[in-house]
């Protein structure tokens, strides 16, 4: 039997990209496509919506979610209430609002993926960059992508910056007398780290973690080039989350 799969934002950069790989797997079927933007009530055959609330009752068992850091939020907590599975990829989650959707899915015994990052790859620069600064304290991260994206910094660097809390023994950064002459100059403060983020035409998705010690440095990047990149992590988690009773924050939960 196929996993049937509604497609929300799929009018979006990463909805389109999401929505081909589900129609090129044998093992996934597209339900329902959602975007308030869309003026189709079909494509190919497929139901298109333009309000959530018309997906009630409908039978899908995923809810793919690309589409916009303020929805991001009540669009899980909708696809949780109604038995679809969210595999979110949505940014701009608070971690309360985390915790919440955890403790939703455990009640309702519903599987679901809420990933900063579907790339493979930086979900291991994530876990990399952790274990760096156990030993390398000092670090800023640089998050870097196209000048439509909503939310800064970006919900990989937020998760980048979790993961090195867990592990670095807090240290404040930069001398103590530090002056920003130009507000923001120094970028975000997280634990006493910085982050910075770079908007710019032509870029996709790329990070860096950069790690200074005494007459060292160490540079970890990872770079999505094509949004393709991302298709395989959401592809596991369709199949991943079908099979699970308690929503997950992370990729690297379901590798
Ligand atoms: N997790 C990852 O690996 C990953 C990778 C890239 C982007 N993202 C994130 O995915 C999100 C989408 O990015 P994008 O570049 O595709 O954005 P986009 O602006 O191209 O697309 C968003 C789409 O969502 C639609 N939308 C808005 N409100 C909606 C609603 N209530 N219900 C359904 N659809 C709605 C919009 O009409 C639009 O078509 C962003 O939050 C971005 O940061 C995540």
Redo the contacts with the bound molecule.
Sequence with gaps: MSIKVIV????????STAVDMVKNDDELELAAL????AAEKEIDGVPVFTD?NDLIGFDAHVWVD????K??YE?THFALEHGFRPVV????FTQEQIADLTALSADKKTGGLI?????IGAVLLMEFAAKASKYFPDLEIIELHHD????AP??TAIKTAELIQEVRNYKKQGAADEEETLAGARGAEFDGFRIHSVRLPGLV?HQEVIFGAQGEGLTLRHDSYD?IS?MS?VNLGIKEVVKREQLVYGLEHLL
Excluded: E
């Excluded at 929300?8 to 909805?15: E, N, S, T, V, W």
């Excluded at 959602?34 to 933007?37: G, I, M, S, T």
């Excluded at 690309?66 to 850091?69: G, K």
């Design positions: 929300a934002g799929f009018k979006g950069r990463m909805g959602l975007d308030p933007f959530k690309f589409t916009v850091p929805v991001a669009n990829g949505t940014t701009g990933a900063p990052n579907f790339a439509k994206k909503k939310d970006s919900g998705a949004r991302f992590g």
